[in-house]
């Protein structure tokens, strides 16, 4: 690699390198402990001071110096990790510049021109590779040189960041170099003569914290599924810690949930990933769940400055969030003040005058006739660019109409969606124009809300309602009635009392943004509804199922009306997005959403719940429910630890807290009660959710703590959550469930839901989005994990039923097949690999690896070494074991194929063998190589005859016909009879048989008996062939054919020097006449002692699995070296 050319001084130096060659003006360099053969003294001091110093001593073993004749001063032009790297750099300097320099007077011109020609290499190479996004180009590109010698990945190996930190053996650090790259976890380290390499890949981890040891209060913990690793650092420990979460989380979501997950445009090609990208994914995904805003919104700005409230009479510190199509504010203060401004809302962006009281001003106004100052901007001008470029956009994409309406005299007024008269009762959505009506007549009648069409007996208190919707009322005049109203503590609290019906499911739409959702696309729920309804398919007849389960104690659906109104909306959802489809519990909560919504309201707000409120919750293994379950559990030990240190295992409670998350409580509390919870969910998130639950635990802890088992403990809950009451509704609770549960007479309290709501905000409201959402990325680790290791145990179960191998040698070879998926992905086509993991088919499926995948398993453990010839037999087993004809195979058929050539009797072993020489397994386009069978020990022209110990011959030729006869006696006719081999398959059999025997013992001895084996099959063929031409009638032979003459494959046993027998006379398809079947072959092996010892020989397969462990990556890396690579690869001299 080339350096920047820097001055220094050799006096000291002198001591730690050691000169191996020079010239006029250069000099190459070797650091002093690298490729010494002994272990010197010297040597290990300078390893060792290499693996503690972070200094700019700290090089490459090799390097290469500027010397201007006469000069005291040196410069580093070249470093390199291997000598014959060092050499490329010496040889190109000696062939481009050497002979150049001699034309030089000066000297100062020589050490010019040298240093401008290497930047000039620099340059060149840094626009090719992406170590120019780094902060230090210069150390990053280093460290990439050391990351590639000491590691040997692949190129596509990208490396992230290296930091200088300690791995701790028990008690023992050692000091050395961490390095993150895309898909792995690796560790060096060089002290006192010894090295340690550790390689761990991200998908491997199974729990990534921050913990502390004897020494330091402060570590990283790595913990995989058999070993825990301690490491360490003086600097940037909350850096490393996050930056590994972040490449934890992206890699097991891409490789392990691909069911689910929606990868960052700029994380779609993992190579491409750098240090900066990760920081900025972490900020979006706050972004985005801070102001749950969709999935496809990008981060583009994060500005510090204040924002004039109107309420508080002052400027408010925070910060401008900006993004494709948004403008958001957050007070740096939590809670004080949020605002959400969508562009399509906003109707100019506008630059103020600059004065000391209102430093860099811009003003922002939207269509509700408000506007938003926002001061102290540092890059006004920039920003303001921006901003403007990206409202044409959003207004060219989807253009607002005008109020047609509108008086001459007045202003010209946009449309928004919930806004108009500052009271909000009387607010109404506006239709779009005439050219959607057509769509709107087609949707059905059912257009308002269903609580008011079908009451429910006992309606809430008139005065409480009244006073409720006054301060509403009052509260949205002075903050704002559209989505962009100002948020604060206070219409917190309001949330907290219960919103009133008539204003709650306008509000759920503020709240959760679908607002704007429903203004952006006009008419688009009707198309869905006319296209879905009608259909059938797997996920209408699940609705169908589910449409009589929703909500049946209420009168809108006992009626056909709500229930007609609930299939549309979930049809037509299905059809919105078909990756989802319809899970269970999204019946209840779009129940819940059409009693107080609109019907294409309600359908927009459960796009806002699935897509954005509660992601990854409604897949087929509702992994986002379970991390957040996992979150729970850890928020119960920290705010509840008696509770759990009562209930040693928390899972028992993730039973019934489980549908707390899924259903919003809407399952397991009376209605009038949880629609209270929903409206804290659609304003804070699942926040709300959490706290919520704490505060039940905590209002049941006594009893919970006091319980005998775990079902007491949950009759405990039902008990309790049956039993939350709303005041302002006393009529009868709907969704009593739980009564049944209990076994006592005694009436239960009753608690408030607003009193359990204020505890909940009161008690645990202080957990921040930043900390659920590092929880959160904390234990999708844990859950995926646990996801692969359910998988795994249950496809070991299933397979330790059908093999012979041992439980610990499966687990094993299950590891290697999985981790060569992996390979694949790392650095194969992504995309296409990732496909073959489906996380939705049976266990023993979910995993598959194809043809050259195989190839190289089959190379790392089949005991059938063939040398050059064992990738064909690989090709040939894929072949035989893909039944489907998919070109996958899974674990299932790849172990038992390996059980039979380590465990298997002689003649499965055999039986495979055969078939691995027959169709299918053997195809006309077959690769093969030169047939090695031309041996005078082959000649079919000699007569048949075995050697004994003393010399004496015996002719056997008369006893074939009646051997013949005797097999077909003996075939068992209950297992499906095997088609014979022809010769030409007899002769890659025979291939195969030979070269398993190199290398072995007992080579020569394999030889002999294999070539008087099968000397004596070809008799058996001929015989076979002479019986069909006279008529025969042998079972075995083939139909009647012309002639004993040899097929054209016969001249491979001819004898040297021996001319081959005219083919011409032999007809086309003489070749099917020449056979012998499976019994032939079983049978004559049995007659060579050797050949039996030698397939009945016991196999142990732990050495390959050990060997396999070892060299799995290795073979990879030499597979993708051969591969032919493009121009302009870094470091390469020119």
Request: net charge negative.
């Amino acid at each position: 690699m080339w350096l920047k050319p820097e001055e220094v001084l050799l006096k000291n130096a002198l001591k730690l390198w050691v000169t191996q060659k020079s010239s006029c003006y250069f000099v190459l360099q070797r650091r002093r402990g690298h490729g010494e053969g002994g272990a010197r003294l010297s040597g290990r001091l300078v390893g060792a001071l290499d693996a503690v110093l972070d200094s700019n001593a700290r090089v490459a073993p090799f390097r290469i110096l500027l010397q201007v004749p006469g000069s005291q001063v040196y410069s580093p032009i070249a470093c390199g990790a291997t000598l014959e790297e060092i050499n490329q750099h010496w040889d190109w300097l000696e062939q481009n510049l050497l002979h150049t320099l001699s034309v030089f007077d000066n000297k100062d011109d020589i050490a010019s021109f040298v240093k401008g020609k290497v930047k000039a290499l620099i340059a060149e190479e840094s626009s090719s590779r992406l170590a120019e996004q780094e902060e230090e180009p210069e150390k990053f590109r280093e460290a990439l040189v050391k990351f590639v010698a000491r590691f040997n990945f692949p190129e596509a190996e990208k490396l992230v960041t290296y930091y200088s930190c300690c791995c701790w053996k028990g008690r023992v650090p050692r000091q050395g170099w961490l390095y993150l790259s895309i898909n792995h976890l690796c560790f060096y380290s060089f002290f006192l003569g010894k090295e340690l390499r550790l390689v761990i890949p991200w998908v491997d981890i199974q729990k990534l914290e921050r913990t502390s040891n004897v020494f330091l209060t402060d570590t990283i913990r790595i913990t995989t599924q058999n070993k825990e690793r301690d490491f360490s650092m003086f600097l940037n420990l909350d850096e490393v810690f996050r930056i590994m979460e972040q490449l934890a989380d992206v890699t097991l979501r891409r490789l392990l949930d691909n069911e689910v997950f929606d990868v960052d445009p700029d994380l779609q090609e993992p190579s491409q990933i750098t240090k900066r990208d990760l920081e900025a994914r972490a900020q979006n995904e706050f972004f985005r769940a801070f102001f749950r805003l969709p999935r496809k919104e990008k981060l583009r700005t994060v500005e510090d400055c204040a924002l004039w409230t109107p309420f508080s009479r002052c400027h408010t510190a925070g910060r401008m969030f900006t993004s494709d199509s948004y403008i958001c504010f957050a007070s740096r203060e939590d809670g004080r003040c949020t605002v959400v401004l969508p562009l399509r809302e906003v109707v100019s962006i506008e630059k103020m005058e600059d004065t000391s009281l209102l430093p860099s001003p811009i003003l922002v106004s939207i269509r509700s006739k408000m506007a938003f100052q926002f001061i102290e901007l540092r890059d006004r001008e920039g920003l303001v660019e921006s901003l403007l470029a990206r409202l044409n956009r959003v207004h060219a994409d989807r253009p607002v109409h005008y109020d047609t309406l509108a008086g001459e005299g007045e202003d010209v007024v946009f449309y928004s969606g919930l806004c108009g008269n500052p009271k909000f009762g009387d607010l109404e959505m506006v239709s779009p124009p005439s050219s959607e009506e057509s769509e709107e007549k087609s949707l059905p009648p059912h257009l308002a809300p269903l609580t008011p069409l079908f009451p429910q007996p006992g309606s809430p208190r008139p005065d409480c309602h009244l006073v409720k919707v006054s301060l509403w009322n009052d509260h949205l005049a002075e903050y704002g009635s559209t989505v962009c109203m100002f948020r604060t503590e206070k219409i917190r609290k309001l949330v907290a009392m219960g919103i009133p019906e008539a204003l709650r499911g306008r509000l759920w739409l503020l709240f959760s943004d679908a607002v704007t959702d429903l203004e952006s696309h006009p008419g688009y729920y009707g198309k869905l509804v006319e296209e879905s309804l009608g259909r059938s398919c797997l996920v209408t007849e699940e609705i169908e199922r589910d449409l009589h389960r929703s909500l049946p104690e209420h009168p809108a659906f006992q009626n056909e009306t709500g229930i007609a109104a609930l299939r549309r909306v979930l049809t037509a959802y299905a059809h919105h997005n078909p990756r989802i489809g319809y899970c269970q519990s999204m019946n209840i909560l779009t129940s819940v959403l059409l009693l107080y919504a609109k019907e294409e309201e309600a359908f927009w707000l459960l796009v806002a719940v699935c897509e954005r409120m509660l992601p990854d919750y409604f897949s087929h293994r509702v992994i986002g429910a379970q991390v957040d379950q996992s979150v729970f559990e850890e928020l119960i030990k920290e705010h509840l630890p008696e509770l759990a240190e009562h209930m040693n295992d928390l899972s028992a409670l993730a039973s019934v807290s489980l549908s707390w998350f899924l259903t919003l409580f809407l399952s397991i509390m009376p209605l009038e009660s949880a629609v209270n919870v929903v409206d804290c969910f659609f304003y804070d998130g699942i926040k709300a959710i959490f706290q919520l639950g704490l505060a039940v635990l905590e209002a049941t802890v006594e009893e919970l703590c006091s319980s005998k088992d775990d079902s007491q403990a949950l009759v405990t809950l039902s008990r309790f959550l049956d039993h939350i009451r709303n005041e302002d509704s006393p009529g009868p609770p709907v969704g009593s469930h739980h009564a049944c549960f209990s076994d006592d007479q005694e009436p239960h309290p009753v608690t408030d839901i607003a009193d359990l709501i204020r505890d909940s905000y009161e008690k645990f409201g202080d957990q921040s989005v930043e900390q659920i959402e590092h929880l959160r990325c904390k234990h999708r680790i844990r859950v995926l994990q646990g996801h692969e290791d359910t998988t795994r145990q249950n496809v070991l179960r299933v397979v330790l039923s059908e093999v012979s191998i041992s439980p610990e040698d499966l687990e094993e070879l299950y590891d290697l097949f999985k981790r060569e998926h992996m390979l694949s992905c790392y650095w194969g086509q992504p995309g296409l690999v990732a496909l073959r993991h489906d996380p939705s088919r049976p266990y023993a499926e979910q995993y598959r690896i194809d043809a050259q995948q195989f190839t190289r398993l089959f190379l790392l453990l089949s005991p059938w070494t063939c040398g050059a010839h064992t990738e064909i037999l690989a090709e040939r087993t894929f072949r035989l074991l893909d039944d489907n004809m998919d070109q996958l195979l899974e674990f299932r058929a790849f172990a038992s194929c390996l059980d039979t050539m380590y465990n298997g009797e002689m003649n499965e072993k055999i039986k495979l063998l055969y078939r691995l020489h027959i169709p299918p397994a053997l195809t006309e386009n077959d690769r093969d190589s030169q047939s090695p069978l031309r041996s005078p020990l082959l000649s079919t022209s000699r007569p048949l005859t075995f050697g004994k110990s003393h010399g004496d011959t015996v002719d056997y030729q008369k006893q074939l016909k009646q051997m013949i006869r005797d097999l077909a006696k003996e075939k068992d006719r209950t297992e499906k009879e095997l088609p014979k081999m022809s010769q030409r398959e007899f002769i890659q059999f025979c291939k195969t048989l030979y070269s398993m025997f190199h290398e072995d013992p007992e080579e020569n001895i394999l030889y002999q008996a294999i070539a008087t084996v099968t000397t004596l099959l070809l008799q058996i063929g001929e015989v076979g062939q002479r019986s069909s031409s006279s008529g025969s009638s042998c079972q075995e032979c083939a139909e009647e054919m012309p002639g004993p003459a040899a097929s054209p494959e016969d001249s491979v046993f001819a004898e040297p020097g021996r001319p081959a027998q005219d083919t011409q006379a032999f007809p086309a398809m003489a070749e099917g006449v020449w056979s012998v079947s499976l019994e032939h072959i079983l049978a004559s092996l049995l007659t060579e002692q050797s050949l039996v010892n030698f397939f009945e020989k016991p196999l142990d397969i732990k050495s390959k699995l050990e060997n396999a462990k070892t060299n799995q990556y290795g073979l990879k890396t030499l597979e993708l070296s051969r591969q032919p690579q493009p121009d302009g690869k870094l470091g390469t001299p020119r």
